[in-house]
């Protein structure tokens, strides 16, 4: 079994690819879940929602410490300190020194502010025993599968050669791959930039050489492609912090605010900041409040709030700028409203697709009911996975 996991290969991109990947002939869109890949990663690898498994987005309010205690005296730093990049790169080393494994970054957000929030992602979420519920690498462990998964930390190219030499060599019953490459050109270039084309032609042709090298091993490739949702070509940019910045309450002290990329999240000290907010936003033509019945069906209800009090969404293909993510405008980005086309993910394979494996949460199950049938389970027992 051969799983490649490409960030952002979304169903609508991929079937805009002429010819792409023949090798993989069932296909069909996986809907995704609000948010971005924070959310849904642990959600491909747990078969949970984001409600169930606790990761929504990278950065939450502090419930305690947390990992950027201490940070609260950067307020008494120079601007020109706090923004320099010899500080970010200081910051990120204290942070990994207290025990950060997972995927962060600081991107934009206020030094000064960092301390009131917390990662929720300490640990590596590719490795058994990384997230807080059962997840397809503690199964892979549990029935001593021989396997080995790349991720973010190792470059693509040298992913994929190296995938291919254990193929090869015929040592694995399971290898997964995750990239995020396309995702970063992406956002870069929009749907239809050259990297883009070329990062779909490597995947193309890359299963083609997956296939090659298995049997070269002895083996029969069973080949799945997968990816966590697709983007949107990104075509007005909305400036949230002025709308909220212009009115009479102080951030920080009135109210709490984290402002992704697309969307706008508070946490309420002073009720009158809350009323002016809600109606201020609420007059921008590009954008919504989310309904706690909204959050509850897409799986993002948290009784603590930890990821906010009110949440404001923006509209597909509309933009924060600036955000706590970054200044400037990028081409094309993802964390919409699920609903919209753009935003399902893939599967494909060489082997047949079950009906009912249409949502990023199906994935999991899926995987360890082929697994089942690589092993030689009983029919009788197959489906019996989580």
Sequence with gaps: ????????????????????????PERRPLATVLGFSTGALPTVFTGRTTGEHGRWLMYARRRGPGVFHGFEALRWLPR?????????????????ARGVR??????????????????????????????PCDSIWDELERRRVAWR??????????ARAQALV?????????????????????????????GVRASLSEWSAWFDDAAAAAAQGGREAWLYLCSDHGMVDVRATVDVMARVGSLPFRRGRDYLAFFDSTMARFWWGEPRARDAIMRALADEP???????????????????????????????????VPSFMGRGRVAAMHGYDPAHPDMAGL???????????????????????????????????????S
């Design 1 to 24: 079994m051969v799983v490649v996991l490409v960030d952002a290969l979304g169903w609508t991109l991929s079937e805009r690819e002429p010819g792409f990947a023949p090798s993989l």
């Design 80 to 96: 020109r300190v706090r923004e320099s990049a010899r500080l970010t790169r200081l910051l990120e080393r204290v942070v990994a």
């Design 102 to 131: 997972g995927y962060f970054n600081l991107y934009e957000v206020p030094r000064e502010e960092l301390a009131e929030f917390d990662l929720p992602e300490r640990d590596d979420i590719f490795t058994p025993g990384g997230l």
């Design 149 to 158: 998964g790349w991720n973010w930390r190792t470059p693509e190219p040298d």
């Design 166 to 194: 254990e193929l090869a060599q015929g040592r694995l019953d399971f290898a997964f791959l995750y990239s995020a490459v396309l995702d970063a050109r992406l956002h870069h270039e929009g749907s239809r930039g050259a």
């Design 286 to 320: 590009r954008g919504r409040w989310l309904s706690q019945q909204t959050l509850a069906r897409e799986g993002a209800a948290f009784a603590d709030a930890r990821f906010g009090d009110d949440v404001f969404l923006l509209e597909p293909g509309a933009l924060l």
């Design 347 to 385: 599967l494909a394979a060489n082997r047949p697709l079950p009906a009912g494996v249409t949502h990023l949460s199906h994935l999991r199950g899926f995987l360890e009911r082929e697994l089942d049938a690589a092993q030689g389970v009983p029919a009788s027992h197959l489906g019996a996975a």
